[in-house]
């Protein structure tokens, strides 16, 4: 199904972050402050199109960035659960590449990221990067 | 009525309420219902006051989540039964200070009596745990959590203690035989 292949993209707003997922060059993207106040009505649909996007890819490389500034505990599950899509991916053979982004005077978001890394087994890159506080 | 409009007890009342708010050292005080466009125009109020202050980036960033988590708290429970107060479900009090060494948020809400033990018992058991027991609960915590879940309250309060370092403040006071307030009270320690 060719609708399966669309990208997504969501712009940022003041609760959630910018998503960028491009089936053509295999690179997504989740970037910003995740706040929202229904985690599940925001992710679900991110979810929803990752799981479909399974079934229809063919390619052998996908990067995922992550760079979050901020985000609230609703939505460290979904957040959890598309890293645990992302592990399922691996363990279909696909060569899945995680980045952990965070500000370099952000010493708790590395250490979220590190969190995170434990509940898979893909490696997650933790990637610093230098930022002023938004 | 005086002759100027104002009747001399909300003037009293007014003068207490400031000189409250300046003892108590409380930069913001808001009663009402709590939602998600009040949380987002609050966090962005935080935002920009301590960034004015040349908080400490760190600081910022922890006293912004907090407020976030306990905002959102409150307005989970919009559809809460009525409590037979008149105060609607997921309306309260918010509150945020600043002392010297420190920045304290405060929540206050109508909670069901059914409901005070579970968050007596979370948060005293929460308040037992050191640094590291907090993070291994943590991820307990969101490895057992369901995806459909609204985010359990439990998350909430173990970040809150896992990123200030705080012990939680709390505090209830019975309104009626269904209800008592909730008290809420978090410190952010500037450095």
């Known amino acids: ?134 | 009525m005086e002759e100027n409009q104002i009747d001399p007890k909300f003037t009293k009342f007014a003068y207490e309420f400031h000189t409250t708010m300046v003892d108590r050292k409380l930069m913001l005080a808001y009663e009402g219902e709590i939602n998600q466009q009040l949380t987002k125009t609050f966090a962005s109020m935080a935002k920009n006051t301590l960034e004015k202050d040349e908080e400490d980036n760190s600081v910022r960033r922890k006293v912004f989540h907090v407020m976030v988590e306990c905002l959102q708290n409150i307005g989970k429970h919009t559809d809460d039964p009525d409590s037979g107060t008149g105060i609607s479900p997921g309306s309260g009090i918010f509150l945020v200070g600043k002392t010297k060494d420190h920045y304290a948020i405060t929540t206050g809400n109508i909670v069901s009596k059914t409901r005070i033990h579970e968050i007596r018992t979370l948060l005293t058991g929460i308040n037992k745990l050191d640094p590291d027991d907090l993070k291994t609960l943590y991820k307990k915590q969101l490895r057992e959590s369901r995806l459909s879940e609204k985010g359990g309250a439990g998350l909430g309060f173990i970040d809150i203690a896992k990123k200030t370092g705080q012990k939680i403040g709390f505090d209830f006071i019975e309104v009626n035989e269904k209800v008592d307030f909730f008290l809420l009270k978090i410190r952010i320690k500037r450095n």
């Open chain 1, 1 to 134: 199904m060719n609708l399966k292949k669309t990208p997504l993209f969501f712009k940022p707003t003041p609760s959630t972050p910018e998503v960028m997922f491009d089936p053509d060059r295999n690179v997504f993207e989740i970037k910003g402050r995740s706040i929202p106040e229904h985690a599940l009505s925001f992710y679900g649909p991110i979810l929803e199109w990752l799981r479909a996007y399974e079934e229809v890819t063919r390619v052998h490389t996908i990067t995922f960035h992550f760079q979050l500034d901020y985000f609230n505990t609703p939505s460290a599950k979904p957040l959890l659960e598309i890293f645990r899509i992302m592990d399922e991916w691996t363990g279909k053979g696909l060569r899945v590449e995680l980045l952990w982004h965070y500000r370099d005077d952000d010493p708790e978001m590395r250490e979220v990221g590190e969190e995170f890394s434990q509940f898979i087994k893909t490696p997650l890159q933790l990637v610093p990067f230098r930022g002023f506080a938004d």
